[in-house]
């Protein structure tokens, strides 16, 4: 049976709302009982319905990727350029030429490689053995053997091999935040729910690849492999097409035009030289080449991942690793950033931030499992050691808790139920020694936490023969249980309704709420029983817990904002927590909260409309995660989608930035990102978008600086060829300018530092051109004067008797002069020189000026490379000549900066001052 065939059945066999059915009705459909399936049946039905294994997909070789690597229209530039060297017999420069293009397939090739392993890491996440029923008998056996139908054993620490319908349970508590960023372990039980109920509300369901971490319980088997929730993700991991980032875009847009453009001015200037020039052929065939070769900015391709992978490097320093080079300058124009909350947005750790006794409210300050932190009412820091009944409340949450915190290193590390998690630090923030207390009054027994019931209580003894119960759970279920409660170190008659208002007030922040309950108990009480905490027990008090925001969280959403980029949050968690955390770090939620089964009713349009007006959206599936991200990048929004589990691998997929958290994040959420973020904080995207503007910003100056380069080239062959001159400068010499001195001078605009101001400026249009109009003229204007300073002198210098070699090696020292007086224009493309005030923080620029000045001394004067580029020495007042024309190219274009800055010429556009 084939992969698709069995898949087919899969699909077939598993399309019912099982969560909704009850537990006969769904043994009933499945042909299974109690007992689970005959080792016959078993086998029948995995020759049926196939493996519990995720499909791979169909791959490309990596023949065919290292091939794809030279679809690009620059690239055939650049062949091209290295066919015209080769066929001039240039062999050393067309091995340079044709050794770039290698490099740059090498590196493509590399990263591509790295992302197939996204789908590779989500087949590996299912477990390996699992305990099934089969033929009335537990058996262990591998996963894979798993078929529909099986009845299946879970525990704590186990990994769910499939998605199971819960047929019994026993205090079962699942972490899905992998699939549905839900930061709570989700309670488990039998009991059917309504249809259409998002993921992360089907109680009745435990789901492949998500981690029992307490409890036990079976179910039997109602989808494997790729039906499973899990293989549904990876299906659609497959099928999302990554986007080609904007530079990419733009480049190939700018290589189409360009490669135009100069097959048309090469062959226009030929026939212009045979028709009207009355040339010969195989001279205008010359002069064709040389104005190709002049033309095409061979160096550019290498200079921009140059540029990129220095990008990568600063932003590693910032704890952002890079995948994939192009995600650097996409980084630059991010407009939208969704973000999950869970471990994103949040520390992912449990933390109480509200304590309530009878007659006061205190605040918890801290987060997470750190110990630090104090307490405050109405903002004033009181201390609570001392206070009995603060201290009995604290104590009583510490001892009715089966957790433990322990210090490794500088971490604290919670083993256990997270909530408990959050007692203990608040015990300790207290004073309270955990050891000690514990020792103090040992735990006779325990009535364990079940869904059922709602509540966990503890029996425990001092070691002066006094007994007690503590017990804690829902709110509404332990109030229940209490006739009277704690006030002022004495118990009274209880006030329900008082309670019930601060349990309403403290729940709209999007905290959970817990209370704990007491009553003694005789030296003799050993054993407890659920009648001994029916009834007649005194409320001590409530603890208000949420999963709060990481401390730079709101400065890192402000900064943003002042950026102009927006900032959406998408969870699967609840809508009261959602919004509450949106609230806290400044997210603003005017819009409302929409839920995901609202998307799932909403069509296209409807849905564009949310994602434009809405910035928080909960209770979401990796479906509506990946509908948001398409909507939002249709309107023509720039998107970065954060997140850490398995849920966010297809839209971070399919976003312009997927962005990964390293600490916490799955490895399928890391394969599926462009970058991966190292200590997991969201201020960490702040820092990366910054340094993408950076770079975005400095590809836009090596462009500007690249191209007058070429189009003086080109210009000086096009004026001799009109004035029937012979040409300044040779094809060997023009690769000399544009692979040697062109590059290396450009290079160093790689390394400028962020311009003053550029997180205050607005994304810029996705849509804007690589090369704006002020870019255009700029490129216009320099190469202008290039060509009437070169062709000038040069006729200046023919008209003078000099001989045609020293003419034309006079000519290209003139044109790598006017380069490093340009270099220093472009470091700020629209401030001038004074008061971009940078003049020396790239100390990069003066080494290559003198590298280049170092080369073209050896150039003129080098016996070898006399022969080889047909140059000759000059004397000094040539070179005076030569400074005395191109130093004023500096002044020229500071001026026209300021010129240009009163017309306004440039504008107030979305790039602000490049």
Same mark, same amino acid.
């Given at each position: 049976?084939?992969?698709?065939?069995?898949?087919?059945?899969?699909?077939?066999?598993?399309?019912?709302?099982?969560?909704?059915?009850?537990?006969?009705?769904?043994?009933?459909?499945?042909?299974?009982?109690?007992?689970?399936?005959?080792?016959?049946?078993?086998?029948?039905?995995?020759?049926?319905?196939?493996?519990?294994?995720?499909?791979?997909?169909?791959?490309?070789?990596?023949?065919?990727?290292?091939?794809?690597?030279?679809?690009?229209? #620059?690239?055939? /530039?650049?062949?091209?350029?290295?066919?015209?060297?080769?066929?001039?017999?240039?062999?050393?420069?067309?091995?340079?030429?044709?050794?770039?293009?290698?490099?740059?397939?090498?590196?493509?090739?590399?990263?591509?490689?790295?992302?197939?392993?996204?789908?590779?890491?989500?087949?590996?996440?299912?477990?390996?053995?699992?305990?099934?029923?089969?033929?009335?008998?537990?058996?262990?056996?591998?996963?894979?053997?798993?078929?529909?139908?099986?009845?299946?054993?879970?525990?704590?620490?186990?990994?769910?091999?499939?998605?199971?319908?819960?047929?019994?349970?026993?205090? #079962?508590?699942?972490?899905?935040?992998? %699939?549905?960023?839900?930061?709570?372990?989700?309670?488990?039980?039998?009991?059917?729910? *309504?249809?259409?109920?998002?993921?992360?509300?089907?109680?009745?369901?435990?789901?492949?690849?998500? %981690? @029992?971490?307490?409890?036990?319980?079976?179910?039997?088997?109602?989808?494997?492999?790729?039906?499973?929730?899990?293989?549904?993700?990876?299906?659609?991991?497959?099928?999302?097409?990554?986007?080609?980032?904007?530079?990419?875009?733009?480049?190939?847009?700018?290589?189409?035009?360009?490669?135009?453009?100069?097959?048309?001015?090469?062959?226009?200037?030929?026939?212009?030289?045979?028709?009207?020039?009355?040339?010969?052929?195989?001279?205008?065939?010359?002069?064709?080449? &040389?104005?190709? /070769?002049?033309?095409?900015?061979?160096?550019?391709?290498?200079?921009?991942?140059?540029?990129?992978?220095?990008?990568?490097?600063?932003?590693?320093?910032?704890?952002?690793?890079?995948?994939?080079?192009?995600?650097?300058?996409?980084?630059?124009?991010?407009?939208?950033?969704?973000?999950?909350?869970?471990?994103?947005?949040?520390?992912?750790?449990?933390?109480?931030?509200?304590?309530?006794?009878?007659?006061?409210?205190?605040?918890?300050?801290?987060?997470?499992?750190?110990?630090?932190?104090?307490?405050?009412?109405?903002?004033?820091?009181?201390?609570?050691?001392?206070?009995?009944?603060?201290?009995?409340?604290?104590?009583?949450?510490?001892?009715?808790?089966?957790?433990?915190?322990?210090?490794?290193?500088?971490?604290?590390?919670?083993?256990?139920?997270?909530?408990?998690?959050?007692?203990?630090?608040?015990?300790?923030?207290?004073?309270?020694?955990?050891?000690?207390?514990?020792?103090?009054?040992?735990?006779?027994?325990?009535?364990?936490?079940?869904?059922?019931?709602?509540?966990? *209580?503890?029996?425990?003894?001092?070691?002066?023969?006094?007994?007690?119960?503590?017990?804690?759970?829902?709110?509404?279920?332990?109030?229940?249980?209490?006739?009277?409660?704690?006030?002022?170190?004495?118990?009274?008659?209880?006030?329900?309704?008082?309670?019930?208002?601060?349990?309403?007030?403290?729940?709209?922040?999007?905290?959970?709420?817990?209370?704990?309950? +007491?009553?003694?108990?005789?030296?003799?009480?050993?054993?407890?029983?659920?009648?001994?905490?029916?009834? &007649?027990?005194?409320?001590?008090?409530?603890?208000?817990?949420?999963?709060?925001?990481?401390?730079?969280?709101?400065?890192?959403?402000? %900064?943003?904002?002042?950026?102009?980029?927006?900032?959406?949050?998408?969870?699967?968690?609840?809508?009261?927590?959602?919004?509450?955390?949106?609230?806290?770090?400044?997210?603003?939620?005017?819009?409302?909260?929409?839920?995901?089964?609202?998307?799932?009713?909403?069509?296209?349009?409807?849905?564009?409309?949310?994602?434009?007006?809405?910035?928080?959206?909960?209770?979401?599936?990796?479906?509506?995660? !990946?509908? !948001?991200?398409? @909507?939002?990048?249709?309107?023509?929004?720039?998107?970065?989608?954060?997140?850490? &589990?398995?849920?966010?691998?297809?839209?971070?997929?399919?976003?312009?930035?997927?962005?990964?958290?390293?600490?916490?994040?799955?490895?399928?959420?890391?394969?599926?990102?462009?970058?991966?973020?190292?200590?997991?904080?969201?201020?960490?995207?702040?820092?990366?978008?910054?340094?993408?503007?950076?770079?975005?910003?400095?590809?836009?100056?090596?462009?500007?600086?690249?191209?007058?380069?070429?189009?003086?080239?080109?210009?000086?062959?096009?004026?001799?060829?009109?004035?029937?001159?012979?040409?300044?400068?040779?094809?060997?010499?023009?690769?000399?300018?544009?692979?040697?001195?062109?590059?290396?001078?450009?290079?160093?605009?790689?390394?400028?530092?962020?311009?003053?101001?550029?997180?205050?400026?607005?994304?810029?249009?996705?849509?804007?051109?690589?090369?704006?109009?002020?870019?255009?003229?700029?490129?216009?204007?320099?190469?202008?004067?290039?060509?009437? &300073?070169?062709?000038?002198?040069?006729?200046?210098?023919?008209?003078?008797?000099?001989?045609?070699?020293?003419?034309?090696?006079?000519?290209?020292?003139?044109?790598?002069? +006017?380069? @490093?007086?340009? %270099?220093?224009?472009?470091?700020?493309?629209?401030?001038?020189?004074?008061?971009?005030?940078?003049?020396?923080?790239?100390?990069?620029?003066?080494?290559?000026?003198?590298?280049?000045?170092?080369?073209?001394?050896?150039?003129?004067?080098?016996?070898?490379?006399?022969?080889?580029?047909?140059?000759?020495?000059?004397?000094?007042?040539?070179?005076?000549?030569?400074?005395?024309?191109?130093?004023?190219?500096?002044?020229?274009?500071?001026?026209?900066?300021?010129?240009?800055?009163?017309?306004?010429?440039?504008?107030?556009?979305?790039?602000?001052?490049?």
């Amino acid at each position: 049976m084939s992969d698709r065939q069995s898949n087919k059945d899969k699909q077939t066999a598993t399309k019912r709302n099982w969560y909704a059915l009850e537990t006969d009705e769904t043994l009933q459909s499945l042909g299974t009982d109690s007992d689970g399936l005959s080792q016959q049946e078993a086998a029948s039905r995995l020759e049926k319905y196939g493996a519990n294994r995720l499909t791979p997909p169909h791959k490309r070789g990596p023949l065919f990727r290292l091939i794809m690597q030279f679809h690009n229209v #620059l690239i055939y /530039v650049l062949l091209a350029a290295g066919v015209i060297t080769a066929l001039l017999e240039h062999w050393i420069d067309s091995g340079v030429i044709f050794g770039v293009v290698v490099v740059n397939a090498l590196i493509g090739f590399i990263q591509e490689g790295k992302a197939e392993k996204a789908l590779e890491a989500i087949r590996n996440i299912l477990t390996q053995y699992a305990m099934v029923l089969r033929d009335g008998k537990r058996r262990e056996i591998p996963a894979e053997e798993i078929t529909i139908g099986d009845i299946v054993f879970l525990q704590s620490g186990d990994k769910v091999p499939a998605d199971i319908r819960l047929l019994k349970t026993r205090e #079962l508590r699942i972490d899905e935040a992998p %699939l549905t960023g839900e930061s709570m372990p989700v309670d488990k039980n039998p009991q059917p729910v *309504a249809e259409g109920v998002t993921i992360g509300d089907r109680i009745s369901m435990a789901h492949a690849g998500t %981690l @029992v971490t307490s409890g036990r319980g079976h179910g039997v088997a109602v989808a494997i492999g790729d039906a499973t929730e899990l293989g549904q993700i990876s299906q659609m991991l497959a099928k999302v097409k990554p986007l080609t980032t904007k530079l990419l875009q733009q480049i190939d847009h700018f290589g189409k035009k360009l490669t135009v453009i100069i097959l048309v001015m090469a062959s226009s200037m030929a026939v212009y030289g045979i028709v009207v020039g009355d040339q010969s052929i195989s001279d205008m065939f010359l002069a064709a080449v &040389g104005l190709a /070769v002049a033309a095409i900015p061979e160096g550019l391709p290498a200079i921009i991942t140059i540029t990129l992978a220095i990008g990568v490097q600063r932003m590693a320093k910032r704890n952002a690793i890079i995948r994939l080079l192009p995600a650097v300058e996409s980084l630059g124009s991010v407009t939208v950033i969704c973000s999950d909350k869970t471990g994103t947005l949040t520390k992912n750790e449990m933390t109480v931030q509200t304590m309530v006794t009878k007659g006061q409210l205190f605040a918890v300050s801290g987060s997470g499992y750190d110990p630090h932190g104090s307490f405050s009412v109405d903002g004033k820091e009181v201390e609570v050691e001392g206070q009995d009944d603060i201290m009995e409340i604290i104590k009583g949450a510490m001892l009715c808790n089966d957790a433990s915190l322990e210090k490794e290193g500088d971490n604290w590390v919670m083993q256990g139920d997270p909530t408990e998690g959050a007692l203990l630090t608040l015990a300790l923030k207290a004073g309270l020694d955990l050891d000690r207390t514990i020792n103090h009054y040992p735990r006779t027994d325990l009535i364990p936490f079940e869904s059922e019931h709602r509540f966990m *209580a503890t029996l425990h003894h001092d070691h002066e023969g006094h007994g007690f119960i503590y017990v804690k759970g829902a709110p509404e279920r332990i109030l229940q249980m209490c006739n009277r409660e704690r006030r002022g170190g004495e118990d009274a008659a209880i006030h329900y309704q008082s309670w019930q208002e601060i349990i309403g007030k403290t729940a709209d922040k999007g905290q959970r709420m817990l209370a704990i309950a +007491f009553r003694p108990a005789e030296d003799s009480h050993r054993e407890l029983k659920f009648e001994d905490v029916d009834g &007649g027990l005194t409320l001590l008090g409530l603890f208000g817990i949420i999963d709060p925001p990481r401390q730079d969280s709101a400065e890192s959403v402000q %900064l943003c904002r002042s950026a102009g980029i927006k900032v959406k949050m998408i969870t699967g968690d609840h809508a009261a927590t959602a919004q509450a955390i949106a609230r806290q770090i400044g997210i603003d939620d005017s819009g409302g909260v929409i839920s995901g089964e609202e998307i799932e009713k909403m069509d296209e349009d409807s849905l564009r409309g949310a994602a434009k007006d809405t910035n928080v959206f909960a209770r979401v599936s990796p479906e509506h995660k !990946l509908r !948001l991200v398409e @909507v939002m990048q249709e309107t023509g929004e720039v998107v970065a989608m954060t997140g850490d &589990g398995v849920n966010d691998a297809p839209a971070l997929k399919r976003a312009d930035v997927g962005v990964a958290m390293g600490i916490k994040g799955t490895e399928v959420s890391k394969e599926a990102a462009e970058m991966v973020l190292t200590d997991d904080n969201f201020a960490s995207i702040v820092h990366a978008v910054k340094e993408g503007r950076t770079v975005y910003d400095n590809i836009r100056k090596a462009i500007t600086f690249i191209l007058p380069t070429n189009g003086g080239e080109a210009g000086i062959i096009i004026a001799a060829v009109l004035s029937g001159r012979l040409l300044p400068i040779i094809p060997v010499q023009i690769l000399w300018i544009n692979m040697i001195t062109a590059v290396t001078l450009a290079l160093t605009l790689a390394f400028e530092p962020a311009e003053h101001g550029i997180m205050d400026r607005p994304p810029r249009n996705p849509e804007e051109p690589l090369l704006s109009n002020f870019l255009i003229w700029r490129v216009f204007f320099v190469s202008l004067l290039l060509v009437i &300073g070169t062709f000038g002198l040069f006729l200046w210098e023919r008209s003078n008797g000099v001989a045609i070699d020293q003419a034309r090696t006079i000519a290209v020292n003139t044109l790598v002069m +006017f380069e @490093v007086f340009y %270099l220093f224009n472009t470091r700020s493309l629209k401030t001038p020189i004074w008061r971009a005030g940078n003049f020396f923080s790239n100390r990069s620029v003066f080494i290559a000026v003198f590298t280049v000045i170092a080369a073209q001394l050896l150039f003129t004067y080098l016996p070898f490379m006399q022969t080889l580029f047909h140059s000759t020495a000059i004397s000094t007042w040539d070179w005076l000549r030569i400074l005395l024309v191109t130093a004023p190219l500096l002044v020229i274009v500071e001026v026209e900066k300021i010129f240009l800055e009163k017309l306004n010429f440039s504008g107030k556009n979305r790039t602000g001052s490049a």
